[in-house]
Nanobody, 123 residues
């Protein structure tokens, strides 16, 4: 069983930065790939970024490439999403998710989800 808790969301002006954290309560965090997804009002949940179990492989949605960075600290059981150059269209609830070992871009590949953290970007 994996429990995930996101933090770090908030209100930021366009062009600003935020760092989201996802703290995992699990015996062996390094057994899991982590993903970040987001859902804006009236839209479907979409993939943002993913990282494999040891951080050696990452993947990003085209919309965030070059602006967002996913990382993890297995010693702290925590994954991160550094978000720079934020745009109004990045406004959404951001969710972290976990699945065994290999990263995936598909939300249905992840069995464990956090409760989400709101990110609001003002113009």
């Amino acid at each position: 069983q994996v429990q995930l808790v996101e933090s770090g969301g908030g209100l930021v002006q366009a062009g600003g930065s935020l760092r989201l954290s996802c703290a995992a309560s699990v015996r062996t965090f390094s057994n899991y790939a982590m993903g970040w997804f987001r859902q804006a009002p009236g839209k479907e949940r979409e993939f943002v970024a993913s990282i494999n179990w040891n951080g050696g492989d990452t993947s990003y949605a085209d919309s965030v490439k070059g602006r967002f960075t996913i990382s993890r600290d297995n010693a702290k059981n925590t994954a991160y999403l550094q978000m720079n150059s934020l745009k109004f269209e990045d406004t959404a609830v951001y969710y972290c998710a976990a699945r065994p070992f290999a990263l995936s871009l598909r939300s249905d590949a992840y069995a464990y989800w956090g409760q989400g953290t709101q990110v609001t970007v003002s113009t």
